[in-house]
């Protein structure tokens, strides 16, 4: 069973920066695929980016590409996000995700989850 443990989330002005990490409980070295997703109250928890193991493959939500950075450094079984240019409407739970096989970008298709971290952006 892998535990993930997210921080870094937090109050921030529109326009402003954030750092999200996720600390993983076992090697996430050449086996998980490990995503972020967040979710907004009331709506269903949306995929916001991944990394492969190796990091050779990343993909982001539209929404996000050019804005968001996901990395990751296995020696220390860590995830990062990083957050620029953060709008309003980036307001959200912030979850930490992690799967043995990629599947899809479909919460449903992913295994293991944090506990969130809430992100707030003000206009």
């Known amino acids: 069973q892998v535990q993930l443990v997210e921080s870094g989330g937090g109050l921030v002005q529109a326009g402003g920066s954030l750092r999200l990490s996720c600390l993983a409980s076992?090697?996430?070295?050449?086996?998980?695929?490990m995503g972020w997703f967040r979710q907004r109250p009331g709506e269903e928890r949306d995929f916001v980016a991944y990394?492969?193991?190796?990091?050779?493959?990343?993909r982001y939500a539209d929404s996000v590409r050019d804005r968001f950075t996901i990395s990751r450094d296995n020696a220390k079984n860590m995830v990062y996000l990083q957050m620029n240019s953060l709008k309003p409407e980036d307001t959200a739970i912030y979850y930490c995700?992690?799967?043995?096989?990629?599947?899809?970008?479909?919460?449903?298709?992913?295994?293991?989850w944090g506990q969130g971290t809430q992100v707030t952006v003000s206009s």
């Open positions: 995700a992690a799967t043995q096989y990629y599947r899809g970008t479909s919460a449903g298709n992913w295994d293991y």
């Open positions: 076992e090697r996430t070295s050449e086996t998980l695929v």
């Open positions: 990394t492969s193991p190796t990091s050779y493959t990343r």
